[in-house]
């Protein structure tokens, strides 16, 4: 909220701005196997294939998909499904940074671009180069999913006490679906307060739905 209300200049509590050039592109995908995340990872630079290092990003990956950089990959085979990245990588007097960015920007931009760029807290917030915009949200946004979570399974705990009278049967097998449910809860409340693409609330409500779904199911057959 505070960087929100942030204005853009240069002093202290400011959002400022830096002149920064490109230094490098990479595309990949990541691939998801056996309900396993993050098994396969493939990157390619402008120019060549080149070892993937560690990637400083600007918000993680609620800000990246917000701001358009991940594009949907085709299905493997044996049930594995690809999401492609394309991320540039940014340099300022202040640092770099890896910055994920959409597939039209990634073919346009070339190593030695000008880049514009908003800085909050030494974090990129914001990107302009040849023309195209990305946003990225700050990373202290990312903290607020797991109190929220947290938040859930307390009251979901208390008033599983109170209704039941029964604390002692908070650790029974239906119960552990309140752990998805939280993170479901997590996740729509972090984008009612900061914004989420259309797609990644649909899946949100679809998995918080689910896992009540489960819940109640699976007490009945308790």
């Not at 990479?26 to 309900?35: F, I, W």
């Not at 946003?135 to 797991?146: G, K």
């Amino acid at each position: 909220m505070v960087y929100r209300e942030a204005p853009v200049c240069e002093g202290e509590g400011c959002v400022r701005t830096a002149a920064g050039t490109v230094l490098d592109r990479r595309t990949g995908e990541r691939c998801t196997s056996n309900g396993t995340t993050g098994g396969t990872s493939v990157g390619g630079t402008a120019a060549g294939m080149t070892a993937g290092g560690g990637m400083a990003t600007a918000g993680g990956s609620m800000g990246g998909a917000g701001a358009g950089g991940i594009t949907a990959g085709g299905g493997g085979s044996g049930g594995t499904t690809c999401t492609r990245y394309y991320h540039v990588e940014v340099e300022w007097p202040d640092g770099t940074a890896w910055l994920t960015v959409g597939s039209d920007t990634y073919d346009e931009v070339r190593t030695g671009d000008r880049a514009e760029l908003r800085l909050w807290q030494g974090e990129v917030v914001r990107l302009v180069v040849r023309g195209r915009t990305h946003e990225y949200a700050p990373s202290s946004q990312d903290s607020v999913m797991p109190w929220l979570a947290l938040a859930c399974l307390i009251v979901a705990a208390g008033a599983w006490a109170l209704v039941s009278g029964r604390p002692s049967g908070i650790l029974a097998f239906p119960n552990f679906g309140w752990l998805f449910v939280a993170v479901g809860v997590g996740w729509l409340g972090s984008m009612a307060l900061f914004g989420g693409h259309v797609l990644i609330w649909a899946f949100a409500i679809v998995w918080t739905g689910f896992a009540v779904f489960w819940i109640v199911t699976a007490w009945r057959d308790w």
